[in-house]
């Protein structure tokens, strides 16, 4: 029984201290794509938010786009494409968390004002 109680002890600190690495991790961009034409740059952005609570979609997307427009603003009537993915294991496995299409303000726009 003290065996048992120990192995359960020793897994649950393991499985905490695993999902505090990852929550305290911010969120990483593995790879983005511009397309340009004369009047439009399309932007696909794939990301890793780095944690299992709930994403607040909203906020992610405007900080990434003040952040993307920042460094490489400038360019004509922008839109965004973002592929979010939890963490590097979904990631790695192919679990799509979701897709958000934002203006250039980083507000999320349906696929019909896209």
């Not at 109680?5 to 911010?26: D, Q, T, V, Y």
């Not at 983005?32 to 997307?61: F, G, Q, Y």
């Amino acid at each position: 029984m003290k065996k048992r109680k120990k192995l359960l002890i020793i897994l649950g600190s393991i499985f905490l201290s695993a999902f505090c690495l990852e929550e305290s991790r911010p969120y990483e961009i593995l790879y983005s794509t511009v397309m340009t034409s004369p009047n439009l740059t399309e932007n696909r952005i794939t990301l890793v938010a780095h944690t299992l609570l709930p994403i607040d979609r909203e906020l992610l997307a405007k900080e990434i786009i003040e952040d993307h427009q920042r460094l490489n603003g400038g360019r004509p009537n922008p839109c965004f494409e973002l592929e979010l993915y939890r963490t590097n294991i979904h990631y790695r496995l192919g679990i799509l968390y979701d897709t958000l299409l934002c203006n250039q303000d980083g507000q999320i726009v349906s696929e019909i004002e896209w």
